[in-house]
Each structure stands twice: as structure tokens, then as C-alpha cells.
């Protein structure tokens, strides 16, 4: 069965500072997403991986993929409030071309605290 | 587009009563995801479809569960009958599904209360 775990599940930082969010994962897969949750709110794609030694940034936010090591990381650089929600990353396992089949981790709860 | 269309929003029932969600994809979308999201299993695939055929319901937890669709613009999940336990968060999700790698766009979510 596959796993992708997360860690930290709870996360409480100060704005301005540095963090990392691991996920790691159990299967073979060059296929990682990263996605973002507001409380109560639906999910929102941050990031697509789609390779070994993929690096995506966006503002704050910067996601690699080491397919080898099945790990996955997102940096966040200089946190501010805005940031505060729970981060999802999710392994895609599907066979085919077309679609992804995702399986989620866990989360980590961010808390930035002004 | 209007994105992913999802309703109702909440729903409260009581035990043994059928539950109907509804999803509509985004439009040219060839895949629809069903996912349920609780606090102590985290988000789960249910059943997912391509060009309105089931793929893989191996994630649909019993027979009271069933997920169809009919068209490319609609779907449904069905619990018959509910229980207490199936109380979370349904999200559907959709893909255009060309080539791997492309995003999936979640739907705002059923909130459903089983009493």
C-alpha cells in the first residue's frame, strides 16, 4: 500500500522565517503535486513535479522532487500571515498517459503568527 | 469557466436516508475524481472516471456507495443508506487528462452531516 507521509503535520512559525515541509512517499513515481487548503475552503494546485530534480518556485514557495530518494520538499522562504493554511503534497501512481490517479499525505498545518 | 460545480453545498440527514451529491466538470475535462476528506483518514480517492467510464473504484468503501456517469457534463455519488461514518467533506475534482502531469481542479466541496 502506498504512503506519503508529511512532516510536520503542525507547523507554527513567525513571519520572516525559513521552513521546510517534507513529503515522502513509498512507490516509484516521477509524478508529485503540491496543493494548498484554507480552512473550510476547497483545494487549490500550487505545484506540478514532473521529473528528478524538478524545482518549481512561486513568490514564496519553492517545491523540488528527488524521485530517487521519493522525497519531495516545499520551502518557504520569509513566511508572512498569507501563507497560514494546510499544504497537501500528492503522488501521482497512474498507469496511463492521461489522468492522474493521487494519492495525498497527510498535511501540514501552517500557522504563521504575525 | 465557471470551474468545478459541486451540489449541494451542505447537507444534513438522518441515518438510513439516501444521500444524492452532484458534480458538473469543467467543460472539455475528459476525467472526474471523487474524493472524501475527514479529519482521521485525510483526503481519500473514491472512484475516478474517464470519458464517463469508471476507472477505479477501489477506493469507494462499501456497497452502499455508487458513483455513475451518465454524460460528460455530470455525475453523481449516491449513499444508500448513510450512516454516522460517512459524515465529511466530498470533493469532486477534474482533469483535462491529455498527458500526465496535468493539475487537478477541485470542485468547493459537500459537507455532509449524517445524524
Known amino acids: 500500500e502506498l504512503k506519503v507521509e508529511q512532516n510536520p503535520l503542525f507547523l507554527s512559525m513567525q513571519e520572516g522565517k525559513n521552513y521546510t515541509i517534507y513529503c515522502n512517499y513509498s512507490?516509484?513515481?516521477?509524478?508529485l503535486y503540491w496543493y494548498r487548503q484554507d480552512p473550510g475552503k476547497s483545494l487549490e494546485s500550487l505545484f506540478v513535479?514532473?521529473?528528478?530534480?524538478a524545482v518549481k518556485q512561486e513568490g514564496r514557495l519553492m517545491a523540488s522532487l528527488d524521485t530517487k530518494a521519493r522525497l519531495s520538499t516545499l520551502h518557504i522562504t520569509a513566511a508572512v500571515h498569507d501563507l497560514s493554511a494546510t499544504y497537501f503534497c500528492?503522488?501521482?501512481?497512474?498507469?496511463?498517459?492521461?489522468?492522474?490517479?493521487?494519492?495525498f499525505g497527510t498535511g501540514t498545518q501552517l500557522k504563521v503568527e504575525l | 469557466d465557471a470551474g468545478v460545480i459541486q451540489s449541494p453545498r451542505h447537507e444534513v440527514t438522518e441515518m438510513g436516508q439516501e444521500v444524492t451529491l452532484r458534480c458538473k466538470p469543467i467543460?472539455?475535462?475528459?476525467?472526474l475524481f471523487w474524493y472524501r476528506q475527514t479529519m482521521m483518514r485525510g483526503l481519500e480517492l473514491l472512484i475516478y472516471?474517464?470519458?464517463?467510464?469508471?476507472?477505479?473504484d477501489s477506493g469507494m468503501p462499501e456497497d452502499r456507495f455508487s458513483a455513475k456517469m451518465p454524460n460528460a457534463s455530470f455525475s453523481t455519488l449516491k449513499i444508500q443508506p448513510s450512516e454516522p461514518r460517512d459524515s465529511a467533506v466530498y470533493f469532486c475534482?477534474?482533469?483535462?487528462?491529455?498527458?500526465?502531469?496535468?493539475?487537478?481542479?477541485f470542485g468547493p466541496g459537500t459537507r455532509l452531516l449524517v445524524l
Open positions: 475534482a477534474s482533469s483535462p487528462g491529455r498527458q500526465p502531469g496535468e493539475t487537478q481542479y
Open positions: 512507490t516509484t513515481s516521477d509524478r
Open positions: 513535479l514532473l521529473s528528478n530534480g
Open positions: 500528492a503522488v501521482d501512481t497512474s498507469l496511463t498517459g492521461g489522468g492522474n490517479k493521487l494519492t
Open positions: 467543460s472539455g475535462h475528459d476525467y
Open positions: 472516471f474517464n470519458n464517463n467510464v469508471p476507472i477505479d
